[in-house]
């Protein structure tokens, strides 16, 4: 238990420096819960994009920026009077015991998604998603949402065999071009992969922005390859370029 002479916690400091900032910058008083929203959520996908780099440093820096986030929010509801960080707090550890029974000696060890269905209970499966969520990551959402109902695959062969219908079906729409139907098809293949991706105990977002990582270095090292053979991306044409990729391609993996 925390004694009166203890030096602050972190999230106290964070919260003081918020203060402090109110009380003496006109930018920082002028602030809004609204307001903050845009750098609430550039922080939180600079903060996931250093986990995926694997670069500390960066993670800390950027664990700060969202730390920050968090406090003004805090400080401006303690302001209108709402609620202040102890009720955040309290309501994180009454949540975490409800959803971890097991290890409080309250009740078995329960599914996540199911647990979570139950305290939802008598409000529609997908009511409450974030609406700020990226269409990538809200599709896992809803699958997880429904998941916890029984509305799923049994293993991945499933949600595999429902990519591979989805892809004759845009086979199909792409024939008939031009189709109208062209788009929702992709928008089908797209959610279909995105549960595919889940049932194989992956997350969407993060497999997509892996591969993004992956694809941009690659690529890059396709541009050095081409500098270095005085060749000009704009006028290389397709076969050449796919040469330079698979010569990268070699290269990484050692041939």
């Known amino acids: 238990m925390k004694s009166d002479d203890s030096p602050p916690s972190g999230l106290d400091r964070a919260l003081a420096l918020v203060r402090f900032l109110r009380e003496r910058c006109p930018w920082d008083a002028a602030q809004t819960p609204d307001s903050l929203l845009p750098y609430l959520l550039e922080e939180a996908h600079e903060t996931a994009e250093a986990v995926i780099r694997g670069d500390d440093d960066e993670l800390r820096d950027e664990l700060g920026d969202l730390l920050l986030n968090v406090a003004f929010q805090i400080v401006l509801a303690e302001e209108r009077g709402t609620f202040d960080a102890g009720a955040v707090v309290a309501g994180l550890e009454s949540k975490m015991r409800r959803r971890h029974p097991h290890l409080y000696g309250e009740g078995d060890p329960q599914d996540w998604e199911r647990l979570k269905a139950q305290e939802r209970a008598g409000r529609p499966v997908l009511q409450g998603l974030a609406e700020g969520l990226d269409p990538l990551s809200k599709a896992q959402r809803i699958q997880e949402r429904v998941s916890a109902v029984g509305f799923d695959w049994a293993n991945a062969r499933g ?58 270095a690659r690529f890059e090292k396709l541009e050095q390859l081409a500098r270095a053979r005085g060749i000009a991306l704009e006028t290389a044409g397709l076969e050449q370029l796919d040469r330079l990729w698979d010569e990268v391609k070699k290269l990484e993996a050692g041939g």
């Open 159 to 216: 949600a595999f065999e429902k990519v591979a219908e989805e892809v004759e079906e845009v086979r199909e729409a792409l024939e008939a071009e031009p189709s109208p139907r062209l788009e929702e098809e992709l928008g089908d293949l797209l959610f279909a992969v995105v549960n595919l991706t889940r049932l194989s105990g992956a997350h969407a977002m993060r497999a997509l922005q892996k591969a993004n990582v992956k694809f941009t």
